[in-house]
Nanobody
Framework: QVQLVESGGGLVQAGGSLRLSCAAS????????MAWFRQAPGKEREFVAR????????YYAESVKGRFTISRDNAKNSVYLQMNSLKAEDTAVYYC???????????????????WGQGTQVTVGS
């Protein structure tokens, strides 16, 4: 029902900023909980941020609080991740994900999400 395509990744120096975009297709986009996950080589996929379908509730991993901001524009069928003060450890492939509903700890588990984009590479130089 939902197709996701990420964009906006690239190479930046430490301290720089990037804005990732996730374009969604499907009439039911606005009803989905959206999230960003990331995965670095040799590491498990980890939760980064999520936002409710209304945009009124957001949650961030402790490692990115104060630096990253997730937002969505349902009119444009898009979700964004503004990343500031980037660090070398932020280097990873970033994935956009969606699920029709979730609650509790399940909202932060990759296995709970059933729609995924193909990922966009973010590389932060030291």
């Amino acid at each position: 029902q939902v197709q996701l395509v990420e964009s906006g990744g690239g190479l930046v120096q430490a301290g720089g900023s990037l804005r990732l975009s996730c374009a969604a297709s499907g009439r039911t986009f606005s009803t989905y909980v959206m999230a960003w996950f990331r995965q670095a080589p040799g590491k498990e996929r980890e939760f980064v941020a999520r936002i409710s379908w209304s945009g009124g509730s957001t949650y961030y991993a402790e490692s990115v609080k104060g630096r990253f901001t997730i937002s969505r524009d349902n009119a444009k069928n898009s979700v964004y991740l503004q990343m500031n003060s980037l660090k070398a450890e932020d280097t990873a492939v970033y994935y956009c994900a969606a699920v029709s509903s979730c609650s509790g700890y399940g909202c932060y588990e990759a296995s709970r999400y059933n729609y995924w984009g193909q990922g966009t590479q973010v590389t932060v130089g030291s």
